[in-house]
């Protein structure tokens, strides 16, 4: 049923590296989020867009960017990882209801 | 103070019991979602409201807009209901969501 999908599942990278995280929708939704969520803790808004070339910051956006030129895609970067960004990422989308992506485990080594 | 406030944030409830999460919000909302995440897996959403009452199987889920609190009860509760639940705050033109901070469920036998 999610047709909602991130990439990759999981990623181990040294300190200082660009990275991108993908995600992608089937849906059509207009409305896609990205969020940091650490384990047993709640989760943190960092970037969200309600269309095409309409992107929001959240309250964790000042280290990566987004963009949004298709609907379907809806990629995060980090411009210089670092340690304190290990941490899940997560992708969703808001149509009917919410969707999740199945989340990229990132390490920062 | 959150804008978006659980409890209990741990429960713990024999098989079979009726179990109910609450949910208070502080802003003007769109809608109020209810989440479900098990551990190490990913988000499902169980229901979007934005009044009255929503029924899915065992789970009921229901919106006071002048009280600005939400519940969801489960009924006939068993050990697979055992998880976190999460409950969100849709607000603005963009449906920008505040989380609450969850509520881990333990169901025993």
């Known amino acids: 049923e999610a047709d909602i999908y991130q990439t990759p599942r999981y990623l181990v990278i040294g300190t200082g590296k660009k990275i991108t995280l993908e995600c992608s929708q089937t849906m059509g939704h207009d409305k896609m989020y990205w969020y940091q969520q650490d384990p047993g803790m709640e989760l943190h808004l960092i970037h969200y867009s309600y269309g095409v070339n309409s992107t929001e910051k959240g309250d964790l956006s000042s280290e990566s960017t987004v963009s949004r030129i298709r609907t379907e895609h809806f990629p995060l970067t980090l411009e210089s990882a670092r340690p304190s960004h290990t941490s899940q990422y997560l992708c969703?989308?808001?149509?009917?209801?919410?969707?999740f992506g199945s989340g990229t485990q990132l390490s920062v080594l | 103070k959150n804008e978006v406030e659980q409890s209990p944030q741990n429960l713990t409830a024999q098989e079979g019991e009726f179990i109910t999460i609450n949910c208070s919000y502080s802003?003007?909302?769109?809608?109020l979602h209810w989440l479900q995440q098990h551990p190490g897996g990913g988000i499902v959403s169980l229901f979007m409201l934005s009044s009255g009452k929503k029924k899915h199987g065992r789970l009921i889920a229901t919106i006071n807009i002048q009280e600005k609190h939400s519940s969801l009860h489960i009924t006939a509760s068993h050990p697979r209901d055992s998880a976190v639940y999460i409950c969100a705050a849709s607000t603005g033109t963009a449906s920008k969501l505040t989380f609450g901070t969850g509520t881990r469920l333990q169901v025993t036998l």
């Open positions: 802003v003007g909302i769109s809608a």
């Open positions: 969703a989308t808001l149509g009917k209801k919410l969707f």
